[in-house]
């Protein structure tokens, strides 16, 4: 047989295995200089609503991570030949019908509880909302995004990856649509804090929507390349109360409207 | 483990040193299959080598060890070097050795088919690379999404044509390869070797056949059409066309192209597991059904890639059902693994614990699967660092330990040597901390909001994390390293393998290592689907050996 150190192979697949298994909930449970195992805490509703959906697959996930994980650790630990007997002869099982049914309906319970719990929320937070209280189109270009607000007012969201971009402001307590656009390639609009992210796409509207209860400032970047620009696409979200809003409102320079330029000549 | 020096059989000891006339135009299965896997293994070096400068790159907040174009065109070459020109090919040539051998045929049913399939692959590999002579590569991430890849946001380079075209050429190997693969299995099974008694190694690669077979074409399709596009001025996928239709072409390969790569990964575990345990797989022909249930199912699910595109909601419900449901057969097959271990007893050699590295990292892979698949979830998760670290669990953690644990189980069939026991204890330990130390924590940056593909970041936040990720990824390379050193030594100085080191279950340890042109002087006898272990208890499995010429 093959000669072995004073620390069995087995074992120290076991320290390497508890080690990572360590490693994920110390990560997940503190704050090591930054690194967040969860998003960054959502502040508008629907990113309330997908970050307790990511909670809740997490609890099935974890159950599953560390059930499968033990059970291999049992294998290494139990059933390897220097565990074994001299001369041991492994039971020739060729497999068993109930067992294999069983591991066949338990994923299917697990994951069609997910699909559903997922569903539901799909079905609260993703439908085009037709109530909003104010509607933004956003645009992205390379590189950068333009917000259009019902009042004709544009901000201009140049990126830059040396400064901070001009901000995205929104009144606090307000429900707004946003609606995306894309004039050249594909770009993706994404806040963590905010929600999940919307591509914005040549051709056709997407939409999201945002409802934020608290101000604040919160940073984001375009989520799909975009071209030699794609990480200056800085995003920032800046919530201010109604009054306030208003105020910053009243200082931006309404857009030239497009019946105001001179028509071409025939 | 072989503890005995048996004498070399002379005529077949220099696999490798033969004329270069012979390899340019030997239709010989197995020389073949050896080019396949040395090809794959020098683009995995090469794609290896892209990988470390982007992780320099992003080891701190602002870097500029490569500029924002270079990066771009370094991340598409990452990818497309590893899927396309890497796994794939490792797997299409791994399976081009051990096919046939294992089915008693003597050669797969088309042998020119399959030397012109081969040479296809370098071609198409010449191909990608050279547009980078041509001002720049392919700069668009792997998946290649319209319109960036447009004749607008180009420039003058021609890098995305080099690599339209090398995909074409690329599709069309991987339909010949696959059209002779079933063919083989269909057709030349020797006497005995019924469907019911085929390795679960060879059911495996019916399946990745029939998939490769199906979703080959629509990737020829999205790259002629994005040629169309560039060259003849039609409107696909432009700004004014649909972008999204290429979304839609490119992932209906794009997803089973997953499963291209990890289901003959399935089916080396499969065979590996029985051997080292000294028991029979559990659940054979459940192994077999969950195999044809995720090549029905990976077809399903196309667009879960493309949840943040806008979407109705319940089409969207529908991909995240059928995606989670992959978890099933996943789920089959990964019990059925653990019950062929328990009550087993497993000889720790290096091969199993590239076996267990697989199995406890690609476990991982899974469940990030599952947050991917619930689309509210996904819209954050979404091309972000998550699904960086996601998919490196699944090619990495899933298909490369499996193709390492494959190359140590087989190198001695191949080139008659063992690998070096020692370096390979060395490359396994360090490649697990390494990969789990890169992609582990790679997770949470993607939680905390940084997109994948940026070519640098300001946020002093991730720093940490990236320098951990950055050095890890060094361990890795180094492990590589001693993995390349252990096979160019063995291959020559190996320990002397032995027909059969392992004790082996299926026909391809009946004969010698390595095996003569013709396979076998005799085509064992096959009365179950481990027709060589039936021979050893029964005592005769000596006269079945061919005698070395």
């Known amino acids: 047989m ?12 076991l320290i390497a295995l508890a080690g990572i298994a360590a490693l994920v909930f110390v990560l997940s449970a503190c704050d090591l200089g930054g690194v967040h195992p969860i998003f960054p805490d959502p502040v508008s509703a629907n990113g309330k609503n997908i970050y307790d959906t990511y909670v809740g697959i997490s609890l099935m996930a974890i159950v599953v991570f560390v059930g499968v994980e033990a059970a291999l650790l049992w294998v290494v630990i139990r059933y390897r030949r220097s565990a074994q007997p001299v001369g041991y002869v492994p039971p020739q099982v060729h497999g068993h019908t109930g067992l294999e049914i069983a591991w066949t309906i338990a994923p299917l319970v697990i994951v069609l509880a997910i699909a559903a719990y997922s569903f539901a929320e799909l079905q609260k937070d993703f439908q085009p909302i037709s109530n909003p209280q104010m509607t933004v189109i956003i645009s992205g270009h390379q590189f950068g995004w333009d917000y259009q607000y019902e009042n004709g007012v544009v901000v201009h969201q140049e990126g830059s990856l040396a400064a901070p971009v001009v901000p995205f402001v929104v009144p606090t307590h307000t429900l707004v649509k946003l609606q995306f656009r894309a004039t050249d390639v594909i770009h993706s609009w994404w806040v963590p804090a905010v929600s999940g992210k919307t591509d914005a796409v040549p051709g056709y509207d997407n939409f999201s929507w945002l409802k934020i209860d608290q101000t604040g400032q919160w940073r984001g970047e375009c989520a799909e390349l975009c071209g030699a620009g794609h990480a200056s696409m800085q995003i920032i979200v800046q919530a201010m109360d109604q009054p306030e809003f208003d105020a910053w409102m009243a200082k931006q320079k309404p857009a030239p409207s497009p019946s105001a330029s001179p028509s071409p000549s025939k | ?144 999404y319209a319109p960036l890849t447009e004749k607008a946001f180009q420039g003058h380079s021609l890098g995305v044509d ?15 390869a696959s ?52 060259q003849l001025g039609t409107q696909f996928f432009t700004t004014a066309g649909r972008p999204v239709l290429y979304q839609h072409l490119f992932w209906f390969f794009g997803h089973p192209e997953v499963y291209v790569m990890i289901l003959p990964a399935f089916g ?77 007893s497993i000889d720790f050699t290096v091969p199993i614990k590239f076996v ?109 994390t990236n320098m951990i990720i950055t050095i890890s990824s060094f361990l890795i390379a180094i492990s590589i390293l001693l993995f390349l050193i252990n096979v160019i030594h063995s291959w020559t100085q190996g320990e002397i393998a032995g027909n059969d080191p392992w004790q082996g279950n299926t026909l391809e340890w009946a004969t010698t290592s390595p095996p003569p042109p013709y396979n076998f002087e005799r085509v064992p006898p096959v009365r179950s689907f481990m027709p060589v272990r039936d021979l050893r208890e029964a005592g005769e499995l000596a006269e079945h050996e061919p005698v070395p010429a």
Not at chain 1, 2 to 13: C, E, K
Not at chain 2, 50 to 57: T, V
Not at chain 2, 73 to 89: D, E, N, P, R, Y
Not at chain 2, 397 to 411: K, N, T
């Open chain 1, 2 to 13: 093959n000669s072995r150190g004073p620390l069995g192979r087995g074992a120290r697949l």
């Open chain 2, 1 to 144: 483990m072989a503890t005995t020096t048996l004498p070399r059989p002379k005529a077949y000891d220099d696999t490798f040193f033969k004329p270069i006339s012979l390899w340019l135009t030997t239709t010989d299965h197995k020389l073949i299959g050896i080019m396949y896997m040395v090809t794959s293994l020098i683009s995995f070096v090469i794609g290896g080598i892209f990988a470390l400068i982007i992780r320099l790159q992003l080891s701190q907040p602002n870097l500029r060890i490569v500029d924002a174009e270079t990066y771009n065109q370094l991340i598409s070459a990452h990818g497309v070097t590893m899927i396309f020109f890497f796994v794939t090919i490792f797997v299409t040539g791994i399976a081009n050795y051990m096919v046939p051998i294992m089915i008693g045929a003597r050669d797969m049913a088309f042998p020119r088919v399959n030397l012109l399939g081969f040479w296809l692959i370098p071609v198409s590999i010449i191909l990608y690379y050279c547009g980078f002579l041509t001002g720049g590569g392919l700069n668009a991430g792997w998946t290649g």
């Open chain 2, 162 to 176: 080099f690599w339209a075209m090398s995909i074409i050429v690329w599709a069309i190997s991987g339909i010949m």
């Open chain 2, 179 to 230: 059209t002779n693969f079933l063919t083989t299995i269909v057709a030349l099974r020797a006497p005995g070797m019924r469907f019911s008694r085929l390795p679960l190694f060879v059911w495996a690669q019916i399946s990745t056949s029939i998939l490769l077979l199906i979703v080959g074409a629509p990737l020829a399709a999205a790259m002629i059409l994005v040629e169309f596009d560039r």
């Open chain 2, 268 to 344: 080396l575990i499969s065979e590996i597991v029985p051997v080292f345990a000294r028991k029979p797989i559990f659940g054979y022909m459940s192994m077999v059904a969950a195999l044809f249930g995720i090549v029905f199912l990976s077809m399903t699910v196309w667009a879960h890639h493309m949840f943040t595109v806008g979407m109705n909601t319940y089409v969207e419900g529908f991909f995240m059902l059928m995606t989670m449901l992959i978890a099933v057969p996943t789920g089959i097959k990964f019990f059925n693994w653990i019950a062929t271990m328990w009550w087993g």
């Open chain 2, 356 to 464: 267990f590295g697989f199995l406890a990292t690609f476990l991982i892979g899974g469940i990030t699967g599952i947050y991917l698949a619930s689309v509210p979830v996904d819209t954050q998760l979404h091309q972000s660092y998550f699904v960086v670290a996601h998919l490196h669990y699944v090619l990495f953690g899933g298909s490369v330990f499996a193709i390492l644990a494959g190359i140590y189980y087989w190198f001695p069939k191949i080139t008659g040597r063992l690998l070096n026991r020692r370096l390979g204890e060395w490359n396994f330990w360090t490649v697990f901390i390494g990969f789990n130390g890169t992609f582990l924590i790679m997770h949470t940056l993607g939680l905390e909001g940084m997109p994948r593909r940026i070519w640098t970041y300001s946020n002093e936040a991730w720093a940490a």
